[in-house]
């Protein structure tokens, strides 16, 4: 067994299971938010739109946590990071309950 597959960074570099997983789902969501950005369906750009967020958040927080115990900068940098899309993903949340519920489009309730 080679060093690198010991160290779970796949056969010559390429990606573990695991991240090669998150791609292909990250890819999948991606044509379909892009399929329903064409055909303009609010509905379900507002119930999809958190999800991508999240999923974005939970990625850089697995970065984040694979950095713990290494340079701090960089520990900042992607705590900041996953912090950044949390904050968008409840923003993404309380959005779609305006929409979906309310019936009001918050980009023209705020001025």
């Not at 991240?19 to 292909?24: H, L």
């Not at 984040?64 to 290494?70: A, E, F, M, V």
Request: with cysteine.
């Amino acid at each position: 067994m080679t060093e690198s597959l010991k160290r779970g960074k796949g056969v010559m570099g390429m990606c573990t299971k695991k991240s090669c997983a998150f791609v292909v789902i990250a890819v999948l969501y991606g044509l379909v938010y892009l399929t329903v950005v064409i055909d303009k369906n609010s509905v379900w750009e507002n119930i999809l739109s958190p999800i991508g967020s999240f999923m974005a958040f939970c990625y850089l927080i697995e970065t984040y946590l694979t950095h713990l115990g290494k340079k701090k900068k960089m520990q900042q940098l992607w705590l900041i990071l996953a912090l950044g899309c949390f904050f968008w993903t409840i923003s993404d949340v309380f959005w779609g309950i305006y929409a979906l519920f309310f019936g009001l489009t918050p980009s023209n309730s705020v001025w």
